[in-house]
């Protein structure tokens, strides 16, 4: 059997998905992200706003950032991405405020990609010290 060609938007409408469909880009045949997004939102809102208010340059973000609040929302429809926001930052902060998990200490020099020594006056290399 081959793999479905229509988008999600066509095929959640059972209608021919044509090759210059407006959302063939943001929602492939692949994905299951067409059902969720229609749950949350309305046709009409896709339509309306995102292909005719939203220029063209910034579309796949605006679409992907609705996506992300669409699957967020139906993961936890009460609280939604700001549920996820609170976890997140949660974690942050148990993360940083607990040694005993490998977090750092309020203080402590933070620089990604590792710890670094610091001069302990202006001007001077950690080489000098």
Do not use: W
């Not at 992907?64 to 429809?77: F, G, K, S, Y």
């Amino acid at each position: 059997m081959a793999p479905p060609t229509a988008c999600g938007h066509c095929r959640h409408h059972k209608v021919r998905c044509s090759p210059e469909c407006k959302y063939k880009p943001f929602f492939p045949p692949e994905s299951g992200n067409y059902v969720i997004v229609a749950k949350i939102y309305k046709v009409e809102y896709l339509r309306d706003v995102l292909l005719t208010e939203v220029p063209s340059d910034q579309r796949a973000t605006a679409f992907n950032n609705i996506i992300r609040e669409a699957r967020l929302r139906h993961e936890d429809p009460i609280n939604g991405s700001i549920g996820k926001i609170d976890e997140l930052e949660a974690n942050l902060l148990l993360g940083l405020s607990d040694p005993a998990v490998g977090g750092l200490v309020v203080g402590d020099p933070v620089v990604v990609g590792g710890p670094v020594d610091l001069p302990s006056s202006p001007g001077q290399s950690a080489a000098e010290q």
